[in-house]
């Protein structure tokens, strides 16, 4: 069974914040909406639930269709990025809640309690209070609550977004466990390429309102079919160099030239896009060949093991990820190398025409 939809869309005084959508997600899948904030995740994910009804398109949970219908006739769980518990309630009545709405019997929502706090290692904190617990804790009570439903479709709308770096790390990791158990569509919106390159599953990248792509998560962040799509799923995004191939050589910027090679090495004559993520930059040159730009050096930022450099290469903006702590001259010139394996190759309007050598290796 699966949650298809079929030309969804959404406007909001005259607005398009959903362009006519086509998505099919299976059971038991996580499904990772990427996208920067402002792209139509959650806007997405409100027509999937039945908080909003489409424009135009239908939407079909289980073969029916769903589109009028209201999200309370719908088997649907949500979690959102302020979790959410009833601070006078222990764990327990809160994890039991939804079941009580429902009418089950004292016995099932017991047994339905025990398994699904033991899934999130909650069976210690039953009888505590929410405040009496960390923040890691009190989300996993709110997944708790969604989980013991027993909903066919889970949406979960940032809910790592306002934990800090340790307890989203420890969440990332056990969230693929638990959904994997459950059996359920899961939705999971993020603006962070990381995030859904951990959670795997499928990934479907949004800009403007628009899917992009959609796919397994792998396959969408090696092999994005368009430059948006790359540039989304990539953080820093992906850097992007005009370049016009001419024979045996790629001229650029102002009177450079190289040797086409690596995924350049086939391409007819013509204007294009190369592409290569903030990662494959260098600042000292590896074995082999290597493509070499002369740039001006605007800002870094040391994160503690690696080092951002804004550089500024005749005009365009690129981030280069590095290594280590670098000391480096604000202002000063700075070479930098890139292996043409690394190199993705867009035409003029941005769709791909050649994938990375080392993506398609993977």
């Known amino acids: 069974m699966a949650l298809i939809l079929e030309g969804v869309s959404k406007v909001v005084n005259g607005r398009v914040h959903i362009h006519p959508t086509d998505l099919v997600l299976e059971s038991g899948t996580m ?73 089950k ?30 923040g890691g804790q009190q989300q996993r009570c709110a997944l708790a609550r969604a989980l013991v439903k027993d909903a066919g479709l889970v949406l979960l709308d940032e809910p790592l977004a306002n934990l800090d770096y340790k307890l989203r790390e420890e969440l990332r990791a056990e969230i693929p466990r638990i959904f994997e158990a459950a059996g359920s569509i899961f939705v999971y919106a993020t603006t962070e390429p990381e995030e859904a390159l951990l959670l795997g599953g499928n990934t479907a990248t949004l800009w403007e309102g628009r899917v992009t792509q959609f796919g397994p998560t792998p396959k969408v962040y090696r092999q994005p079919n368009d430059a948006t799509t790359a540039r989304v799923f990539s953080d820093p995004p992906m850097n992007f160099l005009r370049v016009t191939k001419s024979g045996g050589r790629i001229l650029f910027g102002e009177g450079q030239s190289a040797p086409a ?74 070479r930098v190398y890139l292996d043409p394996a690394h190199v993705y190759v867009f035409d003029a309007d941005g769709a791909l025409v050649a994938p990375a050598a080392y993506a398609m290796a993977a």
């Open 105 to 134: 019997s004292a016995a099932e929502i017991d047994a339905a309690v025990r398994r699904t706090a033991d899934l999130m290692q909650l069976t210690p904190m039953l009888g505590r209070k929410p405040l009496e617990l960390s």
């Open 261 to 334: 090679i690596g995924s350049m090495t086939g391409l007819r004559d013509g204007d294009y896009m190369a592409g290569f993520r903030p990662n494959h930059l260098e600042l000292e040159q590896a074995a082999g060949e290597a493509l070499v730009f002369d740039t001006r050096l605007s800002v870094t930022e040391i994160t503690g093991s690696e080092t951002f450099v804004h550089l500024d290469h005749h005009g365009e903006r690129w981030v280069g990820l590095i290594h280590g702590v670098r000391e480096l001259k604000l202002g000063a010139a700075l």
């Open 31 to 103: 499904n990772v909406l990427l996208g920067p904030t402002l792209s139509g995740k959650t806007s997405l994910m409100r027509l999937m639930a039945g908080l909003d009804v489409p424009q135009g398109g239908r939407i079909f949970w289980h073969g029916q269709d769903v589109t009028g219908m209201r999200v309370q006739d719908r088997k649907v769980a949500m979690v959102y990025q302020q979790f959410i518990n009833y601070p006078s309630m222990s764990v327990y009545d809160n994890i039991a809640s939804p079941m009580r709405l429902m009418g």
